[in-house]
């Protein structure tokens, strides 16, 4: 296992600590997480929603928002048992103010600063050898059937699946920028099984995917000319080496 010990306080000195004017945070009761007939969940009930001038987190655990701040999916990142439980377990609403002059596009930056700051995170990387899959394209005109012009919004129509699973789930709907973005959702969603791409084309793309399996995943992608192969890669792990509960607002 090749180490790289980069702290979250290098990163963040990196980008000349771009921060947020001013965020305000609250922890999620467990009320706050049920949905009810009577209080049904939303399109913006969870997630991150990045609007002019202001960042609002909502119902997100410390992983996904650290997913966000370093631009990789939730399963590679790590730490102790007591951390990891941390991190997954809490759940938090922030409302962030993004300083004028500052674009939208420097969010995760300015994520990784909050983190640091009030969440006091210390965390480093680690390049790991793992045992998975490696995505291949064997068809390129395949795989120009899943290209897209935009990403799906909130609020747009119900995208209905080209196809049905008789004995399982229907199929996830699964969009990247790039088959290398796309290998790393795949990886979340097929969990422990870690996948790679080869190589990453550019898209954007939207993938229809039965998630019930590896095997099936891999069989329903053949269909945009992807193949699998088992390998033995390199990753990219954010592993946490501490984390607390956020400073006073």
């Known amino acids: 296992m090749k180490i790289s010990f980069v702290s979250l306080a290098l990163l963040s000195a990196a980008t000349a600590q ?23 969940m939303q399109p913006d009930s969870i997630g991150v929603f990045i609007n002019p001038g202001q960042v609002v987190i909502r119902r997100m655990t410390l992983n996904r928002i650290v997913s966000r701040a370093f631009g990789i999916v939730p399963a ?5 048992p007591n951390v990891q439980r941390f991190l997954s377990q809490l759940h938090y609403d922030i409302r962030a103010k993004i300083p004028e002059g500052v674009s939208q596009s420097q969010v995760p930056e300015m994520l990784r600063s909050l ?6 995170i210390r965390a480093h990387q680690e390049q790991r050898m793992v045992d998975g899959y490696l995505m291949s394209v064997g068809d390129a005109q395949a795989l120009e059937t899943a290209r897209i012009k935009n990403f799906r919004k909130f ?25 290398g973005g796309f290998a790393d959702v795949l990886s979340e969603a097929i969990s422990p099984t870690v ?26 992608l053949k269909n945009y000319g992807l193949r699998f192969g088992k390998s033995r890669f390199e990753k990219t792990y954010l592993v946490v080496d501490s984390v607390g509960h956020p400073s006073e607002n």
Do not use: M, Y
């Open 18 to 40: 771009v921060r947020f004017e001013v965020a305000s945070i609250h922890e999620c009761r467990a009320d706050e997480l049920v949905f009810t007939p009577e209080h049904p």
């Open 195 to 220: 996948v790679a791409a080869e190589t990453s084309v550019e898209g954007p793309f939207r993938f229809w995917v039965d998630i019930g399996s590896p095997s099936a995943a891999f069989d329903s």
């Open 155 to 179: 609020g747009d129509p119900a995208i209905r699946p080209p196809w049905k699973s008789d004995d399982g789930p229907p199929p996830a709907s699964i969009e990247a920028s790039s088959t």
């Open 76 to 80: 590679q990142i790590t730490g102790a």
């Open 115 to 120: 983190l640091e700051e009030r969440f006091n």
